[in-house]
């Protein structure tokens, strides 16, 4: 029997806009994010209540009046700044839609106060809760992000990524080519001549969680873009890496507030199974 916090709600699907890796819909009232990392920027609205975060080991907040945009590859976690939990709407952007020389910038200031931002968000994601208007959408989201990008550019640059070929950032590497097949902590401490426990030390220092956590994490985002794109849960948790369904179900529901197999939005899922 599938069990969540009494209240709480998750909508997923992958529209067909190009740059829009995930919309998401949520109502959480008793869940709290672990620390993760997403390998996608995270743009964020908040409808109701307001959310508490941890950026980059810095406390944040995310208000109704506010647009949140948070950079991928940047630790964070997520939890309600009220009993009554809140209720959110979240488009995961592919890399492509912002450059990497943005990430610096929106880690100090992830909260942009812009209501006019805030309103063309609110519209697209209308636009998005029903195929049909893709066009619609991809006009809106290139609004959107030329003034992402606009907003951006006017902070003093910052730089938040370990230096290239850095112990870290090698071990980074490590894990997300081998998501799936995994890696044991002597192997990767062989493959990168550290010790391990200095190679614990040094990812989690820099990425702000442990490479195991960082590597679950990696296999829950894996895995819900095989649900959202039609596999069933069993399939799912072996093509990401997970021992079986319930190994999935466990951390899926740890990350994400809900069961794998009430992850897919419903009408989506329909949808994408009537095109065979």
């Not at 819900?224 to 079986?244: K, N, V």
Request: glycine share 8%; charged share 25%; hydrophobic share 40%.
């Amino acid at each position: 029997m599938v069990t969540r916090p009494p209240g709480s709600h998750v909508s997923a699907w992958r529209p067909a806009v190009a740059g829009v890796a995930e919309v998401f819909h949520a109502h959480f009232v008793g869940h709290a994010y672990p620390r993760h990392v997403h390998d996608v920027w995270t743009l964020l609205i908040v409808d109701d209540g307001a959310v508490r975060f941890d950026l980059d080991r810095h406390r944040h907040g995310a208000l109704r009046t506010s647009v949140t945009l948070l950079p991928p590859y940047v630790s964070h976690d997520g939890r309600s700044a009220t009993e009554n939990g809140f209720r959110k709407r979240v488009l995961y952007l592919d890399t492509s839609a912002l450059g990497p020389e943005l990430v610096g910038r929106a880690v100090d200031e992830p909260d942009l106060g812009d209501p006019g931002l805030r309103d063309r968000i609110d519209h697209l994601h209308r636009v998005l809760a029903a195929p049909g208007d893709e066009f619609e959408a991809e006009s809106r989201l290139a609004l959107i992000l030329g003034r992402l990008r606009g907003q951006l550019h006017k902070r003093t640059p910052a730089s938040v990524a370990p230096p290239a070929g850095s112990l870290a950032a090698r071990l980074r590497e490590l894990l997300d080519a081998r998501t799936v097949e995994g890696v044991t902590l002597g192997e990767a401490a062989e493959l990168l001549h550290a010790h391990p426990t200095h190679l614990v030390r040094t990812f989690t220092q820099v990425h702000g969680v442990p490479p195991h956590s960082y590597l679950t994490g990696r296999r829950v985002e894996l895995a819900r873009r095989l649900l959202l794109a039609g596999q069933r849960p069993a399939t799912a948790a072996i093509a990401a890496g997970f021992f079986d369904q319930a190994h999935l179900t466990r951390h899926f529901r740890r990350h994400l507030g809900v069961s794998p197999a009430r992850y897919p939005d419903a009408r989506w899922r329909a949808e994408r199974c009537g095109d065979g």
